[in-house]
C-alpha cells in the first residue's frame, strides 16, 4: 500500500454554476453550498490523499482553521479560486502571502500596496 498522494487527483468544490465546468477538465467535481460541508469535503478528500483541491473563494472564507490545518502539509494543496460571482480577493491574498514568505518580498503587490 502507498502513502503516496495521488498525484493525478485533481477536485472543485463549490456551488454547481462555479464548479461545474470543471467536470470536462477530468477534475472531481464537488457541490457545497455552505462552508460546513466544504470543510467536510476538504477534510475526506485529504484521507484519501488527493493532490490538489480548488475551492471557491466565498466557502474558503469561512473555513479558515480547515485551511490553517493543511496549510502547512504538502499535500493536499488547497487553492481558492473565484466563484461565478467572481472574486473575493481571497485567492490573490493567500498567493501573495506564500511569494512574500518563499522569497522575503511581495514581488505581486502593486505600487498601490494592492494585491
Same mark, same amino acid.
Not at 487527483?9 to 472531481?28: E, P, Q, Y
Not at 473555513?63 to 490573490?92: C, N, V
Not at 518563499?102 to 514581488?107: E, F, L, R, S
Given at each position: ?9 485533481? *477536485? ?19 457541490? *457545497? ?14 484521507? &484519501?490523499?488527493? *493532490? ?8 474558503? *472564507? ?5 485551511? &490553517? ?30 511569494? &512574500? ?10 505600487? &498601490?500596496?494592492?494585491?
Amino acid at each position: 500500500m502507498s502513502f503516496m498522494p495521488d498525484l493525478h487527483k485533481v *477536485a472543485v468544490i463549490g456551488d454547481r454554476d462555479s464548479v461545474l465546468g470543471f467536470k470536462a477538465l477530468g477534475f472531481s467535481v464537488v457541490y *457545497a453550498n455552505e462552508p460546513a460541508q466544504a470543510a467536510q469535503v476538504i477534510n475526506r478528500l485529504a484521507r &484519501e490523499r488527493c *493532490a490538489v483541491i480548488f475551492v471557491t473563494e466565498r466557502l474558503a *472564507a469561512g473555513i479558515p482553521d480547515t485551511l &490553517e490545518r493543511y496549510k502547512a502539509a504538502l499535500t493536499p494543496a488547497i487553492i481558492p479560486i473565484p466563484d461565478s460571482r467572481g472574486t473575493t480577493g481571497l485567492g490573490m491574498k493567500k498567493l501573495s502571502d506564500n511569494v &512574500e514568505k518563499a522569497i522575503g518580498v511581495n514581488i505581486l503587490r502593486s505600487e &498601490e500596496g494592492d494585491t
